[in-house]
């Protein structure tokens, strides 16, 4: 990760410093969209040098959770899934 992704992004949506959101538990990096909610778009590149960012793994996730038998909506998830403990096995 470069100096400038470094700088630019946290876990933290509401850090207005950081305009680029990692989504450690979905191991994805996105541009935060302030509207009021706490969306984001993904990106599959640093905006600054180029590199190749993780493959977002919501899909996973979402896979992942179903499983489980787990409706993520209404549910509460295993705390390994609210981290990157799933995926980093
Ligand atoms: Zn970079």
Not at 20 to 30: A, V
Not at 49 to 55: I, Q, R, V
Not at 70 to 83: F, L, M, N, R
């Amino acid at each position: 990760m470069c100096d400038k992704l470094k700088e630019f992004s946290s876990e933290d949506f509401d850090n207005v410093d950081t305009p680029i959101i990692f989504i450690r538990k979905f191991d994805e990096y996105g541009l935060k969209i302030w509207d009021g909610g706490s969306s984001s778009i993904v990106i599959d590149f640093c905006p600054w040098c180029g590199e190749k960012l993780p493959t977002s793994k919501r899909d996973q996730w979402f896979e992942e959770i179903e499983k489980l038998g787990i409706d993520p909506w209404t549910e509460d998830v295993p705390d390994k899934y609210s981290t990157d403990a799933w995926y980093r096995k």
